[in-house]
């Protein structure tokens, strides 16, 4: 069965079918990951560059590893040193890049969009390692995996996504996937934080009261407070934020017995977490999280990069 | 899926598979004197299967049971490129193969490119002090330097057909059938339970 | 010398003139109007089948020049208004150095007398260097011709300073133009807030940031007395705050973009395409029909495109680092006539009082109509021209418009300044002739 997909830019493009195999193969991965040798020759002679033109390091890494696992041969580029910084257009920048002959570019940008670009300009298969406030799309897909890893499935389960979502690459993508797998999705913000319109996204139910929510969710999804992308202020201090709503061991008690505790990294710590929770042996699966963005991360390059026949039609 | 097979032959039914099988039993004992340091691991789809039943021939035999794994080689083909990503399967390796004498277990040896991603699969996950080689069926036209050790049947064939055993496990009936290839076909293992043995037409 | 127009359609709400006949015209004035007119030597031109109407005027246009030649200049962008239908533009001052001083405004005017294809309009800035602080010398750019005053490109923030250029202008006679946007509200906004913004993952521009200024600029228009002129209004409540302000009875008036007329911003699609990046943004479905009732019920004054040419490099970048703005001034008139006119939004005198009459009113240009003694600036629309919008065919530098592509009936074909062709059977001919 062939995957019908070139690019990887807007989960929105993907099927429940589609998220199912990614979710499958990367469960097949898993396995590689747990031996010795934690490295296969699939895809030997690829080259994929990894474009982040703004800083990044725990998606830069993930990536990395998911590309040197699969002996692919992986240039990292940008960061201080873009081209970007010197006044070469993105354009230009991916054309040179393309003159090197590579198979795949990563692109982090934080303009968004621009992963779009990217793909149209260079011709290659594109994976978006997030783009401004937009699509963060294998970061959804690894906190699904991690999801059905808990659960078994992640149809019907009741996930409350918590803090920016006004601001989050992540929500753009994780709320369209959880929709597509038969998941009942919760925002639940202070109103400056929140975008115009979250039901666009899918979200089912929009609300401020943290309390009242807590006790009908399966996940718990907290969202980092992103003091580096904020225009004007939205919360009047720290405090008053992790007040309101920062997950503590007290608002413990209002969760269901199995509820999990997610949260995408890095953790501000007091903030939208506090150190119980976010250590809470059986609640938090954060590392299971970044563990699992290896493994999608591989599943992903496995399958865009799979065949010359790809995207065309199959 | 629209089936325009056709098949050509049946060369083995499911009784001769199941004397063949016997016979590489009873080979592998005697050129390994006995069970004791020997493992069994099948090629996903299908050699998984024969190692079971091997294995289960050696307890008959011997009253031993052998370690069994089974082991996916898409992480390791070497048509990866030129071929849409082949779905995967789970590699299920749960003994330590280092100082083993491992059989590997395969449906049909043709071309001879699957058992070396098998072998360099196999070498990730340790080192076994030897590595043999048990097939069903050999269809020629190698590629690579590679030879089975035991053999259940050599079935000369012509390079336009498949040769593909068929298992009841998995797809109700046992059989290996010489098909012609159609357009766009793949040699190799026929997808599981995805395509029926046919009758052959009396 | 004279020219002979004979047997177009000659269309004037002015005069109350729809029928066919001939115009006579001599030294660059309207000398007669009649059937079977005859002269003794002259050009004739047999225009059957097509509709002059007064001379199109786009009192909103960026005609880049001074400072910014490279995405349009004097030249290229009034032969792209020629081969729009115009015979007059208002350019915007926002140039560098901005026009805030008299010599920039005569800068304007000489390189327009020189290169121009159609008459040029200039406006001057509010504030000294579009800064909303310090009032410029409006009383020297009016005695060198300046004809309006704006800050385009953005909103005098501060309402004691808006105050100030309303008194200020009001002693010359001139609107006050105002492009509305309260930049607290609006700050680095991308696109409409709402569905596009949340789906796009591009930061809101507000309608409410458009329309509390407008708001304020009513109330300081009634405090100063001074006419205000609201530019590009995009959205449905800042529309009914112009309705209700004309019905007080306060010198207020508005223009609209085809682009907001036809355009919405569910239309930005996963492709981040650039041409689609305006200030002020897309707005709304609802806004649209909004705009569009508004262009049929007397409320808005003036089509005007808000032309605004770059470089294509510019423009082919990220969303977030391109430039606001489309070109306009070569679609225009195909888009009004085909959509507006050609759906029953509006009928064509109504065209006619938008784009020509209505713009020379507000700007206190002089009037002309299809009477004797009139300047005989003119534009010939032919309305069964079936075209494709391309961009090969577009004289002005850029072509950065997402109306390529689109099927259009209806277009000019001749444009008479001062009796004079600048635009003869659909190919710009000449510069203006004195």
Known sequence: MAFNHKHLINISDYSAEDITRILDTAASFRAVNERRIK???????????????????????????????????????????????????????????????????????????????????????????????????????????????????????????????????????????????????????????????????????????????????????????????????????????????????????????EAIVCHPGPVNRGVELDDYMCDHPQRSVILDQVYSGVLVRMAVLYLLLGGTDNGVDA | MTDTRTVKSVCMDADEIERSLTRIAHQILEANHGASNIALVGILTRGDLLAHRLASKIKQIEGTDVPLGALDISFYRDDFATHLSPEVHSTDIRFDIDGLTVVLVDDVLFTGRTIRAALDALSDFGRPSCVQLAVLVDRGHRELPIRADFVGKNVPSSSHENVRLFLEEVDGVSAVEVLEMAPGDRAGSAPLGAEQPQEKEA | MALMLKNARLLDPQVGLDEVADILIRDGRIVEIGHDLEMPKGIERDLSGKIIVPGLVDMHVHLRDPGFEYKGDIESETKAAAHGGFTAVCAMPNTNPVCDNATIVEYVQRKASEVGFCRVLVSGAL??????????????????????????????????????????????????????????????????????????????????????????????????????????????????????????????????????????????????????????????????????????????????????????????REFELAPFGMTGIETSLGLMLTHMVGEGVIGLNRLVELMAVNPRTILRDERVAIEPGSIADLTVIDPDAEWTVAKDDFCSKAQNTPFVGWNLRGRATDVFVGGYATMEDGAVCSTVKK
């Open chain 3, 127 to 316: 504030t000294q260097g579009l800064e909303g602080e310090v009032l410029s010398e409006m009383g020297d750019m009016v005695a060198h011709g300046a004809v309006a005053f704006t800050d385009d490109g953005r909103g005098v923030q501060d309402s004691g300073m808006m105050r100030r250029t309303m008194d200020y202008a009001k002693q010359f006679d001139r609107v006050v133009m105002c492009h509305c946007q309260d930049e607290g509200l609006v700050g680095a906004g991308q696109v409409n807030e709402g569905e596009c913004s949340t789906r796009l993952g591009l930061l809101g521009w507000p309608a409410e940031g458009e329309e509390l200024e407008i708001m304020r600029d009513i109330a300081l228009c009634r405090l100063t007395g001074c006419h205000f002129h609201a530019q590009h209004v995009t959205t449905a409540r800042g529309l009914e705050l112009i309705r209700a302000a004309k019905a007080e009875g306060l010198p207020v008036t508005c223009e609209v973009t085809p682009h907001h007329l036809l355009l919405d911003d569910s239309m930005i699609g996963e492709d981040y395409d650039t041409n689609y990046k305006v200030n002020p943004p897309l707005r709304t479905k609802a806004d649209v029909a909004a705009l569009r009732a508004g262009l049929a019920d007397g409320t808005v004054d003036a089509i005007v495109t808000d032309h605004a040419p770059h470089a294509t490099y510019e423009k082919d």
């Open chain 1, 39 to 257: 490295k296969v020759p699939t895809l030997k002679g690829f080259t994929v560059v990894n474009m982040f033109n703004e800083p990044s390091t725990r998606t830069r890494s993930s990536f990395e590893l998911a590309e040197k696992r699969l002996s692919c041969d992986t240039l990292n580029f940008g960061g201080s040193s873009t081209s970007t910084v010197k006044g070469e257009s993105l354009r230009d920048t991916v054309q040179t890049l393309c003159s090197y002959k590579i198979d795949a570019i990563v692109v982090r940008d934080k303009h968004a969009g621009a992963p779009r670009k990217v793909a149209d300009v260079s011709g290659v298969s594109v994976i978006c390692a997030g783009d401004g406030k937009h699509q963060h799309p294998t970061q959804a897909l690894l906190d699904l995996y991690t999801i059905r890893e808990r659960f078994g499935r992640i149809e019907g389960l009741r996930v409350g996504i918590v803090g920016d979502i006004g601001h989050s690459r992540v929500c753009g993508s994780l709320i369209p996937a959880l929709k597509i797998m038969g998941a009942h999705v919760t925002v639940i913000a202070p109103p400056t934080l929140m975008p115009a319109a979250p039901e666009i996204l899918g979200a089912d139910e929009i609300t401020c009261d943290l309390d009242a929510a807590l006790p009908e969710l399966d996940v718990v999804y907290m969202l980092r407070i992103q003091r580096e992308r904020l225009e004007g202020a939205p919360y009047p201090s720290l405090r008053e934020y992790n007040l309101l709503f920062g997950l503590t061991e007290e608002r413990e008690k209002l969760m269901r017995p």
